[in-house]
């Protein structure tokens, strides 16, 4: 019977770790809601302009809204992935360690939800064991978090 518990408390230590393991592991997420009446269509294009203003290329492109309606969900709301890379970035994360290549291309989607648009994005972790991608990811941060700013401001007002 000890044998049992002593088995139990182990397999229930090793559950307990594994997901104390999977929860640090996640990536923080950084999500803006744009005013009221800025519309998808110029979140995305702020989106857009704001990754080519902080020096990365868009190198892909999903619009899950458009696919999903044309696949018979008529009222399904806007919803976009915009991946994107920076190639001097790429290069110093491979030259750290290949195996941080998991976090590339960096990603930035715009969706509806209750009637607002919102731009959000994985940001790369910080706080790894290795101090160089550690601190180029604070870097890499800092931008993805520029660029989903500038795609929320409130839309100029036309005079």
Excluded: W
């Excluded at 518990?5 to 997420?29: M, P």
């Excluded at 080519?52 to 399904?76: K, L, M, P, S, W």
């Amino acid at each position: 019977m000890a044998l049992y518990f002593t088995r139990l408390a182990l397999l229930v230590f090793l559950v307990l770790g594994a997901s104390a393991a999977t929860a640090q592991a996640q990536r923080e997420h950084y999500d803006r809601v744009a005013p009221a009446d800025k519309q998808f269509a110029d979140v995305v294009l702020d989106l857009e302009q704001a990754i080519g203003d902080e020096n990365f290329a868009i190198v892909g492109r999903n619009d899950i809204g458009d696919a999903v309606r044309r696949r018979g969900h008529a009222d399904f709301p806007d919803a976009v992935i915009v991946q994107f890379c920076n190639l001097e970035y790429a290069r110093r994360v491979i030259e750290i360690d290949p195996s941080y290549m998991l976090y590339m291309p960096c990603r930035v989607v715009a969706f509806e939800q209750d009637g607002r648009v919102h731009a959000a994005s994985l940001l790369l972790p910080t706080a790894t064991e290795c101090a160089p991608f550690n601190e180029l990811a604070t870097t890499i941060n800092a931008a993805i978090r520029r660029i989903v700013d500038f795609a929320v401001v409130p839309l100029v007002p036309s005079k």
